[in-house]
């Protein structure tokens, strides 16, 4: 079986070195997907200098480019977001906009969602972005999200919460594996030229 290609983008406010609950769940799904013959990154875009807009390079400066060049040449797109007020991070938001600009460029790549918070939303949030990316061409397998949300105005975050292997885990292996199996099939068999 060939070795695909995945990337996680992290859609966390915070730049690095902070730690990020959005980023170690994407890292848990690759974990997941190693063991379907996918392997990849993490890109955490808010290291980078990203512009506000719906075109491929938004010019001087404008680092979207090379994180638009790993997607394109991954066969599978993660987005992995914190809820803030019930909606995806403005950082994920940002990253759908820019993916506008490849409409109908990404047919035969599949997308799926982590969601992680400490409010309500993961539901809403996770049929936003998968909608977004269905609607630039993306194609969602079943059971393409998993997600982790705290007591509504607690203060515990995914990352501290500990193992949670009977539930937001056993979603991930599940995201990784339906995501896994689409994605090889529609890299020996991809949809017709329209």
């Excluded at 061409?137 to 501290?160: I, P, Q, R």
Aim: net charge negative; glycine share 8%.
């Amino acid at each position: 079986m060939t070795t695909l290609r995945a990337v996680v983008l992290g859609c966390t406010l915070k730049p690095s070195p902070a730690e990020s609950s959005a980023e170690l769940l994407g890292r848990e799904i690759l974990a997941a997907l190693a063991d379907h013959d996918v392997d990849g990154e993490v890109i955490r875009v808010a290291d980078h200098a990203v512009k506000f807009g719906v075109s491929a390079d938004e010019g001087d400066g404008d680092e979207w480019p090379a994180i638009r060049t790993k997607i394109m040449d991954a066969q599978i797109l993660i987005i992995a977001t914190p809820i803030w007020m019930g909606q995806p991070s403005s950082v994920c938001k940002m990253v759908l906009e820019r993916l506008d600009a490849d409409i109908s460029k990404v047919f035969g790549k599949v997308a799926a969602v982590a969601v992680v918070g400490n409010e309500d939303g993961a539901h809403h949030v996770t049929a936003e972005v998968l909608q977004a990316l269905n609607d630039v061409g993306f194609t969602a397998a079943g059971a393409a999200s998993t997600y982790w949300v705290g007591e509504a105005m607690g203060s515990l975050d995914y990352k501290d919460a500990g193992p949670k292997p009977d539930t937001t885990g056993a979603a991930t292996k599940t995201l990784a594996a339906n995501t896994a199996h689409l994605a090889h099939l529609l890299a020996e068999n991809p949809y017709p030229a329209a």
